[in-house]
């Protein structure tokens, strides 16, 4: 059939089906693992026939893969719609909070997305949490506290967030270490932030930025002399700037 024949109703009727078996499959995840994660189970607690599950994910690794993503979305949405925090070093600790408390909380679907070949790239909604953490660091930076670059800070984050949800998962209950999570952040933050205690409420005027990156360069030796003086030529026309 070809997809510009299905009238809107059909196709709104097609998606109330998909969401009617991710949920289905949601609720088996949560109660019994991936395991639990069948097709005939599914279909069961869906209320449809196998078939239709297979035409709309494949096989049981594209159910799974779609829930991870559906489930990611909404989580992602609902902190995207947050308020950010006045301090944005504050605000990004509150974000590793939700997220490892998230994945905490998933365990099963967070499987599923480390797991994820990625021959296709980044998914949507990886894609989106990734765009919220880059905008809280770009915040950071923004006020003069970033200690590196804005890239390497989000694959720092990105990388100490991950490890810290596997080394969660893998300790037995009664042994989990309920504040190294809080321990990892901090020390995280540290190494990508300067250690001021409060954030500068005031907007940085570029001029100041520029005087405060000259006033820095001597530490920096992996410049030519030309570049040097080329980098000394437009920070000073940029702190002189009216």
């Not at 005939?40 to 196998?50: E, L």
């Not at 308020?83 to 509150?94: A, K, M, Q, T």
Request: hydrophobic residues 40%.
């Amino acid at each position: 059939m070809n997809p510009n024949d299905i009238l809107p109703e059909e196709t709104a009727a097609l998606g109330d089906v998909r969401l009617r078996i991710l949920n289905a499959a949601s609720h088996l995840i949560a109660s019994g693992g991936s395991a639990a994660v069948t097709t005939r189970a599914v279909a069961t607690a869906a209320g449809v026939q196998a078939p239709t599950i297979y035409r709309f994910f494949g096989d049981k690794r594209g159910l799974l893969n779609a829930l991870a993503e559906h489930e990611l979305a909404s989580y992602i949405a609902r902190k995207d719609d947050q308020e950010p925090h006045s301090d944005p070093v504050e605000d990004l600790r509150i974000g590793w909070n939700m997220h490892i408390a998230f994945c905490l909380d998933n365990p099963e679907l967070f499987a599923v997305l480390v797991n994820v070949s990625g021959t296709d790239g980044p998914s949507a909604a990886t894609e989106w949490g990734k765009q919220i953490l880059r905008r809280r660091i770009h915040r950071i930076a923004q006020v003069g506290r970033l200690t590196t670059s804005e890239d390497r800070a989000l694959a720092t984050v990105q990388s100490a967030g991950t490890g810290m949800v596997l080394t969660l998962l893998q300790q037995p209950n009664k042994q989990k270490d309920t504040g190294l999570s809080a321990f990892i952040r901090d020390m995280t933050i540290a190494s990508i932030t300067s250690g001021k205690d409060q954030y500068r409420q005031e907007k940085r005027r570029p001029q100041t930025a520029a005087a405060e990156l000259k006033s820095t360069l001597d530490g920096v030796d992996i410049l030519s002399a030309g570049e040097r003086h080329f980098l000394d030529e437009l920070l000073d026309r940029i702190a002189s700037a009216a």
